[in-house]
């Protein structure tokens, strides 16, 4: 059962709802004006994006890229490939990089950096969860809405091995399952 391999519920449902309210009211306010094109890095930030866009109360533009830096494992590579690109035009239009995690920052630095040749107005990130602690790269989320646990958190989009996406909440998974 999916749920017997959590050991511990960090946010609940009702928790990462609240700040994703609050998050999408700070988006709302910030990109009033701007209409700018919203970012997904899939796979892990579709649950997130879904809920959060729908906070978002301007018009807004989304798109999805496809970025690989993980195997299978449980750390990163450090090599990233662009499996999916943007559909579309971005010199002058302000982007937001929404993203489930920031942990290494190798994805997103590399991300952000192969944006800014295209010339876009502006590039923000937007993470659900950050570990700063864990960091490799120099870069910063400029919209957080957690400081991640020390622990292999998986669930509302985040994965171990492909699985747990589904979970409704954001737990820590038992040792075992991925030790
Ligand atoms: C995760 C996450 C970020 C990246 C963050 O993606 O969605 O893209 O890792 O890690 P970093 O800061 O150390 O680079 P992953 O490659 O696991 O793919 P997924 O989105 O399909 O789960």
Do not use: W
């Amino acid at each position: 059962m999916l749920h017997n391999d959590i050991q511990k519920i960090y946010f609940t449902e009702e928790q990462i709802r609240e700040r994703v309210a609050e998050m999408g009211k700070v988006l709302t306010e910030e990109y009033a004006d701007k209409h700018p094109l919203m970012v997904g890095v899939l796979k892990g930030c579709f649950v997130f994006m879904a809920d959060l866009m729908r906070e978002v109360n301007i018009l807004c533009d989304i798109d999805f890229m496809i970025v690989s830096s993980y195997g299978s494992g449980t750390t990163t590579t450090g090599a990233v490939k662009i499996l999916k690109d943007l559909n579309q035009d971005i010199e002058g239009r302000h982007i937001v990089i929404i993203e489930d995690i920031l942990d290494s920052g190798v994805t997103l630095s590399y991300l952000k950096q192969y944006l800014s040749m295209r010339k876009p107005a502006s590039i923000k990130i937007c993470t659900l969860m950050d570990k700063p602690t864990r960091r490799k790269a120099d870069i910063k989320a400029d919209y957080v809405g957690y400081i991640c646990p020390d622990d292999f958190i998986v669930g509302y989009g985040l994965d171990y091995d492909e699985k747990y996406r589904n979970l409704p909440y954001i737990g820590g998974l038992k040792p075992e399952v991925y030790s």
